[in-house]
């Protein structure tokens, strides 16, 4: 069933656990996503980014949304909007059912340069008045993602601040986001703690804390009421990188934010976790293999199949580590 973003993370927050949020542009993403939460009795958050309508088409986006919810009607589904670039943008996403809109107003509407804090304050204010309207939560953002080594926003062609960000805007301010919170009243409030989009987060094997947990702490004990959301929470598998390599790709040496980090997240008070680029690494690596050892096969359905069982484990493996499991 269809639910909205508040009441599951109300229900987290209640039983202490955390919900992977996953990025969701075709069929076989969505078909790994509800069978490891079938598998594993986890309730879902799915959730599509203007990239995802670019690619599938709004219509098809609604449909392969719909059709989960009517095949695992005992599961409940999140439907949310990724990184939304206005309230226009959010307005559109109510309107096709969406129960969740995220109202990313750290950014202006190219989606890259960073905006000051009254513009974030008036967006997210005017898009949680139409949601709360129509029974859809809203998550914000304060602070910009970006590598608190380099201060690269990450990823270069996509979502995300350009160019260096300074490291006050890369770690979200706890008095700030109490005030942002009482002026916007946002259900959800995406904070910069250390993480990036993308694959490329850090260049040597993270050790010990690589997340600003105690920033994490502090948020949280200013604002204890409000659900925080952890963006580019993707671990970039090692295992996946070097079947990935062995096969014909070329990615280079990277490291992701270990899933031990995540856990420690969720203890003080991250109730969302987005993750896209785990599943993207494991859909190629499992498609690259695939062709490699069956080199006369031409059935797309094999090696879509290879890709949503890979896509499948990696979920399955957040949902128990976030202590998702078993709460559907
Ligand atoms: O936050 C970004 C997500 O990974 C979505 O990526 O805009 O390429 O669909 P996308
Ligand atoms: P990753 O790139 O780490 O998977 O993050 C995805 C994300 O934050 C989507 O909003
Ligand atoms: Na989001
Ligand atoms: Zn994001």
């Not at 062609?157 to 770690?171: N, P, R």
């Not at 993480?195 to 502090?218: M, N, Q, W």
């Amino acid at each position: 069933a269809l639910v909205s973003l508040r009441q599951l993370l109300d229900h987290a927050a209640e039983h202490d656990y955390g919900v992977p949020a996953f990025n969701v542009n075709n069929l076989e993403q969505m078909r790994a996503i509800m069978q490891a939460a079938d598998a594993t009795d986890s309730p879902v958050i799915v959730q599509a980014s203007a990239g995802a309508r670019k690619y599938a088409g709004a219509p098809f986006l609604r449909h392969l949304i719909q059709a989960a919810v009517e095949e695992w009607p005992h599961i409940p589904v999140v439907v949310h909007q990724d990184h939304g670039t206005s309230p226009a943008v959010c307005q559109r996403s109510i309107q096709l059912g969406f129960s969740s809109v995220m109202m990313d107003g750290s950014l202006l509407e190219d989606g890259k340069t960073p905006a000051e804090y009254d513009y974030n304050v008036k967006v997210t204010k005017q898009t949680v008045e139409m949601a709360h309207a129509c029974g859809v939560s809203v998550e914000g953002e304060l602070g910009c993602l970006g590598s608190l080594e380099t201060g690269e926003a990450g990823e270069e062609d996509g979502v995300g601040a350009e160019g260096k960000l300074s490291h006050e805007q890369l770690l979200t301010d706890p008095e700030e986001a109490a005030e942002f919170v009482k002026a916007t009243n946002v259900d959800a409030l995406a904070i910069a703690c250390g993480t990036s989009h993308g694959a490329y987060k850090f260049t040597r094997p993270p050790t010990g804390d690589i997340l600003a947990i105690d920033r994490i702490k502090e948020i949280h004990r200013r604002i204890p009421g409000t659900h925080l959301v952890m963006h580019g929470s993707s671990s970039v598998p090692q295992e996946w990188l070097k079947i990935i390599n062995e096969f014909g790709g070329e990615i280079p040496e990277t490291y992701g934010v270990p899933v031990e980090q995540i856990q420690e997240g969720i203890k003080h008070g991250v109730r969302k976790v987005n993750i896209d680029t785990d599943l993207r690494l494991a859909s190629t690596g499992a498609i690259r293999r695939h062709l490699a050892e069956n080199p006369s096969n031409f059935d797309p359905r094999k090696f879509f199949t290879a890709a949503t069982t890979a896509m499948e484990d990696i979920c399955r493996a957040r949902y128990e580590a976030f202590g998702c499991a078993g709460m559907a």
